[in-house]
């Protein structure tokens, strides 16, 4: 199937929330162990979704438009390259094909589904959050798009949604090899949703809410170390990848959040973008209800851009990126609302076998920000205390880094 590039175009400015991908760095191949690998290593989960959006020979980023550009070509081979897993929803967004989600379903609701073609999937809850869903099946031969539009038409005033496919706002690219003296830790719990991390002695928990998961990934790995070099004493891990083509999705995010929930951790970092989500939304302000503070990356294309979710969200610590100057990302995107910045270039992690990842992207700064805030937050207090905290040691507060910088220095992993 052949995707029209204005109409794709159209799709994905008439919603609130296109899908970001990664930003690479300059490289001379792609066969570098920085996104390409880590697209490898998902077992090619992303296709040409990362392909890299700089000049090989300069580096460059390109302008604005270039950004956009290069989002919808990705965005239009990764529909076509997992066409069998993944397909577009009414609003152009990759998402889990031939499946719906229905929020609090009933049995009239399911009934009324299944009289018209729809078969139950899944019908299960978001543990300890009081989030009911339904996956149900679409009909056979209908198309994603169209089953969207009828089950909204007969089930009028029920929350129906795809469930639409976040992507990790970051990129790495490995350069050789380190042995960094860790800092005295600064202490706190950091929870972060993303790929699979390697056992570690910070590695507090982890689980996996994707098929054949946690399998580590470079995205993950870089900002575990990140976390460990910003004095991050505990960290928990949830893959929302794992092995499957449709990994990052709604459903799994959400899922993983609750599971943070019932393990306590009272800050966690979100380094993925993708489209709105209704179950993703309730399942956010479900946790915030319950203290835990959620921060999540702006993205990486460009501020032109649609809002980034779940940066958008009420309530969702949304980080931009700056570089070593500390001006903000070029290609860093929005979000509805922005509350701080953090180093998110020219800084380095330690990846597998001890490799120096060098790193750009919004990915990077959200879990320094997270690490700060857990850090704070170990002098009590609620949600607001520790954002005010977080207040008093920003720095270069503008309407480009929201409330200021945070973790100025923290640019090297460990």
Partial sequence: ????????????????????????????????????????????????????????????LGTLGQLADARLNRLGDFLRSHRNTVEADDTG??????????????????????????????????????ITYARLATPQGTSLANALRQLRHILPGKEISADQIHFPSGATRSTGSAAPTAPAPRGGTVGIIDGGVPPGPRIAAQNAFASGGPVPNPHAEA???????????????????????????????????????????????????GPANPLLAKAIG?????????TAAVGNDGAAAPPAFPASYTGVVAVTGVDGRGQVLFEA????????????????????????????????????VAARLAALGQAGGGASAILQRADSEATDRNRRTGRGILCASCRKGI
């Avoid at 998402?95 to 929020?103: C, M, Q, S």
């Avoid at 928990?236 to 990052?248: N, S």
């Fill in 1 to 60: 199937m052949k995707w029209p590039r204005l109409c794709l175009l159209a799709a994905l400015l008439a919603t609130g929330g296109g899908v970001r991908a990664q930003i690479s760095l300059p490289n001379a191949g792609r066969g570098l162990d920085g996104v390409e690998g880590a697209v490898d290593r998902l077992g090619n989960r992303l296709g040409d979704a990362t392909a890299p959006l700089t000049n090989a020979a300069t580096g460059a």
């Fill in 93 to 130: 967004q990759p998402a889990r094909a031939h499946e719906v989600l229905l929020l609090d379903p009933d049995a009239a609701a399911l009934s009324g589904a299944t009289l018209v073609g729809y078969k139950l999937i899944e019908q299960g809850d978001l543990d300890g959050l009081g």
């Fill in 223 to 273: 900002i575990a170390s990140l976390l460990a070099g910003a004095g991050t004493a505990h960290i928990v891990v949830a893959d929302v990848y794992g092995r499957d083509p449709a990994g990052g999705n709604a459903l799994a995010i959400a899922r993983a959040l609750a599971w943070m929930a019932g393990q306590r951790v009272s800050v966690v970092s979100i380094s993925l973008v």
């Fill in 286 to 294: 479900s946790v915030q209800a319950r203290g835990m503070i959620v």
């Fill in 333 to 368: 995107g929005r979000a509805s609302h922005l509350d701080y910045a953090a180093p998110g270039a020219d800084l380095t992690a330690i990846g597998a076998g001890g490799k120096l990842q060098h790193l750009r992207g919004t990915s990077f700064a959200a879990p320094l």
